[in-house]
């Protein structure tokens, strides 16, 4: 992509139209990068530079209002952190733009319904925040989104292809191929698989803890996931919302054995997972067999899970198996998936 200086005139013409918006502040303290970045003609420009320049002066004026909207409703301390996302560097691994983005459409969603009496950065008992608080036809839940991008192997691979200029102009990149090292775990729906459960251990039990998570026990709760992939997902799905997760002998693995069939099962994930961490000093032994039967059943505190590609929702489960009070009934993820799929013109 070779942008000119007549496409940095053109954003800023756009934004003459929104003085003193979130995002005509946030481009002019980019500015002198996006000519950095034109003058080089470099493979990657500033996030917010593309979203302007691709959309039109209604669209950017409809985000615009949409971030206030979030800003407006976030905890005061918070603030400057709702809005950093457009400041985001350019780069295939800066996952800062994408994530910001998609928090900003979710909140968005939920804050326009009157009747959900939305609140942000919700305080949970044990001192962590949730993303949302809605009270949907009066039953509290608790709404917690991420973002699941390519991984870093990924990238790494399509900066290599994207600075190769022969094969990036011929637009073919096959893998595994020569930009793969040979120890390669990706592309890999076994790899795909275990970074869904790292993903989603992160927040029910990040580090294997389930006692920090922001999803917790005696809860309603939702996770909302934006997933850059797709095959190796619903395997984890199936696995994680199981009411008696598959089991395979436990055998010790050389550290460079690559990912296969028996590591997307959650228990053999669970014990590689935690020998990684009591490795790396992060988790005491004893606590993970003391704590093992928590652990193993902190997917229960989901009610739901909800997965989008893009724009798109591909997976909407309900948790058959989560605790009493974690349960989401299908006419209330149903009524969330309204909510999910009005897409503004902005995030599609």
Same mark, same amino acid.
């Given at each position: ?65 949409? @971030? ?67 009270? @949907? ?10 973002? @699941? ?34 120890? %390669? +775990?990706?592309?890999?729906? =076994? ?11 992160? +927040? ?22 934006? %997933? ?12 994680? @919302?199981?009411?008696?997760?598959? %089991? ?18 959650? !228990? ?18 004893? =606590?993970?067999? +003391?704590?093992?039967?928590? !652990?193993?059943?902190?997917?229960? +505190? ?17 948790? =058959? ?17 309204? !909510? ?9």
């Amino acid at each position: 992509m070779c942008l000119t200086e007549n496409n940095l005139t053109e954003v800023k013409r756009k934004l003459e139209l929104l003085p003193n918006s979130n995002v005509r502040v946030a481009f002019e303290s980019i500015e002198h990068d996006v000519r950095k970045q034109i003058s080089e003609q470099s493979i990657y420009y500033s996030p917010l530079f593309i979203f302007l320049l691709g959309n039109d002066e209604s669209t950017i004026e409809e985000f615009e209002n949409d @971030l206030q909207l979030v800003v407006q409703h976030s905890n005061s301390k918070m603030k400057k952190d709702v809005i950093s996302f457009l400041m985001a560097a350019s780069g295939s691994k800066n996952r800062s733009w994408e994530s910001g983005l998609f928090e900003i459409f979710v909140k968005s969603r939920f804050l326009k319904r009157n009747d959900l009496a939305t609140e942000l950065d919700y305080t949970l008992p044990n001192s962590k925040e949730v993303d949302l608080h809605i009270n @949907l036809r009066g039953k509290g839940i608790n709404i917690e989104c991420t973002l @699941l991008d390519e991984s870093d192997e990924d990238k790494d691979v399509w900066d290599k292809f994207c600075a190769d200029k022969e094969a990036f102009d011929k637009g073919v990149l096959i893998r595994p191929g020569k930009y793969d090292n040979s120890n %390669s +775990k990706s592309p890999s729906p =076994y790899y795909n698989a275990a970074r869904f459960y790292d993903k989603v251990f992160d +927040k029910i039990a990040p580090s294997l803890c389930p006692e920090e998570g922001q999803l917790i026990e005696g809860a309603s709760n939702i996770l909302i996931i934006f %997933s850059k992939i797709g095959f190796g997902i619903n395997w984890s799905l199936d696995e994680l @919302l199981r009411d008696q997760p598959w %089991s395979v002998s436990l055998r010790e693995k050389p550290r460079d054995t690559p990912i296969g069939p028996d590591d997307i099962l959650l !228990i053999p994930w669970l014990h590689h997972k935690a020998e990684n961490l009591i490795r790396e000093h992060k988790l005491m032994n004893d =606590y993970y067999h +003391k704590h093992y039967t928590k !652990i193993v059943e902190a997917p229960r +505190k989901i009610g739901a899970v909800m997965v989008l590609k893009y724009s798109k929702l591909i997976y909407s489960r309900v948790n =058959y198996n989560s605790e009493p009070n974690s349960k989401i009934s299908h006419s209330e993820i149903s009524s969330i998936e309204d !909510i999910i799929q009005n897409m503004p013109k902005w995030y599609n």
